[in-house]
């Protein structure tokens, strides 16, 4: 009976019904706004690949900043901020107000570019 049920369960992870298959990436709630294909050309807009690696975004493979893989799960962002999409917004607009003389320069980003960066950037778990 142990053999049916391991037997069982490997068939449903193939088939995707285990329930680890991995979903589409959504944004959370706080930016369901935001356009996700949008904030990934903006990435690529505003240079971010310059500084930080980026997955899915070729040529972003920057060594200044940290890697924005797995951004979405972090628990605070430039080590100051608690990672929400509030907060990820402010630090794109005003990293330098958050954390006078930070590495990360003031960009220019507007307020709608920012919450389509965040959208992407909360994808990257």
């Keep these: ?6 037997l069982a369960l490997a068939a449903a992870s193939l088939l ?4 680890c298959a ?12 935001g356009d996700v294909q949008r904030g990934l050309r903006l990435i690529e807009h505003y240079g971010c690949g ?3 690696a980026v997955p899915g975004v070729p040529g972003a493979e920057g060594q200044v900043g940290p890697p ?5 799960n972090r628990s605070y962002l430039g080590g100051r901020l608690t990672n929400n999409a509030t907060n990820m917004q402010r630090w ?3 990293p330098q107000e ?25 994808t990257l778990k």
Excluded: K, Q, S
């Design 92 to 94: 794109m607009r005003n």
């Design 1 to 6: 009976m142990t053999r049916w049920l391991v």
């Design 98 to 122: 958050v954390d006078p003389g930070t590495a990360m320069p003031d960009l220019g980003v507007t307020e709608a570019d920012a919450l389509d960066l965040t959208a992407f950037l909360f």
């Design 22 to 33: 991995a979903d589409p990436p959504t944004p959370p709630p706080e930016v369901v706004d």
């Design 68 to 72: 924005l893989a797995g951004i979405g």
């Design 50 to 52: 310059t500084c930080h």
């Design 16 to 19: 995707g019904l285990g329930g």
